[in-house]
């Protein structure tokens, strides 16, 4: 399958933000004296896993992230840090360009027949 310009874009995206993820559980893994082998123990994964994740190779899911917080005792706000939590992306493309608001329904629209 050919990558698109469009593809391509999303997936640097999507590395850059696994590495700014992995950058702050580095930092409290530092603040907890946790070491990978730790963090893989929680995770129930090997050590290189912890490794390509913490790089930002391999994107943490969410249900590793919320075992972390746990681990470390913090809510998933403070793991993943407040300028991760409060980016903001790209505004999704408009519905129906051209139209200001929806239209208005009826509020006693009948079914087509």
């Excluded at 090997?46 to 005792?73: K, M, W």
Aim: glycine fraction near 8%; charge should be neutral; hydrophobic fraction near 35%.
């Amino acid at each position: 399958m050919k990558a698109t310009a469009d593809s391509s874009l999303d997936l640097s995206a999507q590395i850059k933000v696994s590495a700014r993820v992995g950058r702050e559980i580095k930092a409290w893994m530092a603040r907890y004296g946790q070491r990978q082998k730790d963090v893989a123990e929680v995770l129930g994964i090997a050590q290189p896993g912890v490794s390509a994740r913490l790089r930002g190779q391999v994107p943490f899911d969410i249900s590793e992230l919320t075992i972390l917080a746990s681990h470390f005792g913090i809510s998933l706000g403070e793991l993943l840090g407040s300028q991760i939590v409060n980016e903001t992306g790209p505004r999704p493309a408009k519905r129906d360009e051209g139209q200001n608001e929806l239209p208005r329904l009826d509020s006693n629209q009948q079914p087509f027949d």
